[in-house]
C-alpha cells in the first residue's frame, strides 16, 4: 500500500475583510518544504526551501512537512486619525503570532498532539519538529542535545551576510536575523509537561521585539519583518518562512483534511514615522494592524500503503575502468580489490516501491562484520558502501531502519548474505580457494573482463591476467571451506 498526498491552497480569512488600503498582517501556510536537517545537524543553517502552496504535490508519506510566512501590506489607520503610524505602510511586523489547527472533511477537530519517543522515526500521528527532536545526532550533537520542541523557526534571514549563522526571527544581526528577542515555541498536549487542554492544536508560536532600537541607531534590531516593499527608510526584508515543522500521518484515517494557519493574539506591527527605523520610536513601538488573516490547505491521505519487501540485492564492485559486475545474495564473493575491500564493498538493494531513511545514518542498516561508510535511499533502492568485511565467514546485512516512504511503519525483517572466500574464483561446492582456482583464472587470460569472465578478475582492475594469480595466492587454504549457499 502506498500513502499520498494531494494538496489544494483554500483562501481562509481568519478575521473580517480588511478596509481597502488598511493594514493587514496576512500568513500564508504551505506543505512540502525542506527544513535540510542532516545539513542542520552538521551546524549549518541552510535556507528552508521548497514550500508550495498549489495542488499536486507529492510531500513524503507518513510526513507533512508544513511552513507558515507572513505579509504585511496596507495603509495604517487610526481612530482618531492621526494617531501613531496613521497614513503610512507599517515598517514590517513587530510581533508575529500564529496557531495550527487540523480537521477533517466534517470540520471536525482532529485530535493531533505531541509526539512521543523519537521524532526521525514517528510511528504514530501529532505535532513534531525535525530540527528541534531533542537527539544528539550530527555536529551539533558533541555540543549538547537539540531542543525539544513541536516546531522551528525557520532559517531565511541574511542581514548583513550573516543567514549562516543562523537567519532565524529570534537570530541577531550578526546572525543573520531581524532579533525579535523575545520568542516562544508552540505549546500542544504533551508539550510543554502543562499543556494538557490544546485540543489537538498547536497554539501560540511567535516571536517580537522586547524593545526596538534600530541597528542604524547602534541598536541590535532590524525593521521590515513581512515588509514587502519600503516604507520610508524602512526597507522591506520581504515575505519570508517564518515558522516550520511536520505532522505525522500515521495512523490517520483516509480521506481529505484541511491545514489552517490563524493569526494569535499579539500581532502587532511596527507604526511607521519618519525617524521610526534611524532612531527608533520615541515611546511605543507596536501597534495592532487593521486587520489579520490566516490561510488554509488541503490534504489528502490514502492508506494504500504496502508492505515492504526486498526485489533483489546485489554485492557490486566496480571494476577498473569497464564497469561495475554484481555478486547477487546468496552467493559467495571472492573478488579482493583490496585488504580492506574483501568481501562486499557495495550493497545494492532493490526494493518493492520508494524507501525512506529513518535517521540516514549506519544505524539504518545492520552488518555482521565491517564498517558502514555511506549509505543513501534513491527512489526504490538503497546503496551502502562498506570496509573490512571479514573473509571466510558469511556476510550479512538487515534494514532496520529502512521504512516504506509511504509509511514509516512499513518495514521488513528480510536480510541479504554472501559467502565471503577472498581469492574464490571458480566456485563449486563446498566453497573453497585452491589450484582450481588458479586453472579458473589461466583458461580466462587475456579475455574482455564481462558479465561471464568477470570472477576471473580476481582484484577487480578490469583486466584478466597474471595479477590475479597473486591475488589467489597466499590465500590458499585447503583446510578452511564454507556451503555454496547463505543459511
Partial sequence: MRTSFRTAIVLALITAVPAFAASTVAYTVYLGGDPHVTQYENGLYPVYTGQDPNDGQSPQAGVLNWAVSAAVS????TDPAGGLGDGYVPGGIANAVITLEVRDSQN???????????????????????INDGDTDGARGLIGADPLQNAAFASVFNIGGGGGGGGRLFDSAANGGPYMDYYHYPSCTGLPAAATNCNGKLIGMGAGYSSFVPTSFLGPNTAGVGLTGSSGACVGLGEKVLFEGQISTIGLAAGTYTLTVSAGTGTNVCPYTDDYCTFGPISTFAV??????????????????????????????????????DVASGGWEGRVPSTSLQGPSKIVTKFNQDIQLLTGTAADVSVSSGTVGSLSAAGDTLTVNLTGIATKATFTIGYPGVAAACDAGKKTAATNCWQVLAGEASGGSPIVVNTSDFVYVRGRIGMAV??????????????????DFVAIRGRIDSLFSMAATCP
Fill in 450 to 467: 564481462s558479465a561471464s569472465t568477470f570472477r576471473a578478475d580476481v582484484n577487480a582492475d578490469g583486466q584478466i591476467n597474471t595479477s
Fill in 108 to 130: 471536525n477537530l482532529v485530535d493531533l498532539q505531541r509526539i512521543q519517543g523519537t521524532a526521525n522515526a514517528p510511528s504514530s500521528m501529532g505535532w513534531y519538529s525535525a
Fill in 288 to 325: 495592532a494592524p487593521n486587520s489579520t488573516s490566516g490561510d488554509s490547505i488541503t490534504f489528502v491521505v490514502t492508506t494504500d500503503c504496502e508492505d515492504l519487501s526486498i526485489v533483489s540485492s546485489v554485492s557490486q564492485k566496480t571494476h577498473g575502468t569497464v564497469g561495475d559486475f
Fill in 74 to 77: 496596507g495603509t495604517h489607520s
